[in-house]
Nanobody, 122 residues
Framework: VQLQASGGGSVQPGGSLRLSCAAS????????MGWFRQAPGKEREFVGT????????YYADSVKGRFTISRDNAKNTVYLQMNSLKSEDTAVYYC????????????????WGQGTLVTVSS
């Protein structure tokens, strides 16, 4: 599965951004999709995931209530809506795909997007 992420940029604290991740059609609809992020000097961390059906979503505690993941299987695209952004959300965001639960960690990821930078600063 090839992934292409977009939508990053700079925003002030409290602002919003929406990231998109377009995937190749071949098996998108049967894969769990999600987002990870990596801040400077830190390890890549789980942000959230959505099951292949779109019925279930799971989030890291740090973003719960502020970020929302959705998917459009007809468009082979997954989205990350980020609201109430904080400076600590500054990172490169990566979309990811897996036939398994992304909460299991980096080892189950079968495909990565190229990363898109989100900067939250006043």
């Amino acid at each position: 599965v090839q992934l292409q992420a977009s939508g990053g940029g700079s925003v002030q604290p409290g602002g919003s951004l929406r990231l998109s991740c377009a995937a190749s059609a071949r098996i998108f609809s049967s894969y769990s999709m999600g987002w990870f992020r990596q801040a400077p000097g830190k390890e890549r961390e789980f942000v959230g995931t959505i099951t292949w059906s779109g019925r279930s979503t799971y989030y890291a505690d740090s973003v719960k209530g502020r970020f929302t993941i959705s998917r459009d299987n007809a468009k082979n695209t997954v989205y990350l809506q980020m609201n109430s952004l904080k400076s600590e959300d500054t990172a490169v965001y990566y979309c990811a795909a897996s036939p398994r639960d992304l909460r299991l960690g980096l080892g189950v990821i079968s495909s990565w997007g190229q990363g898109t930078l989100v900067t939250v600063s006043s």
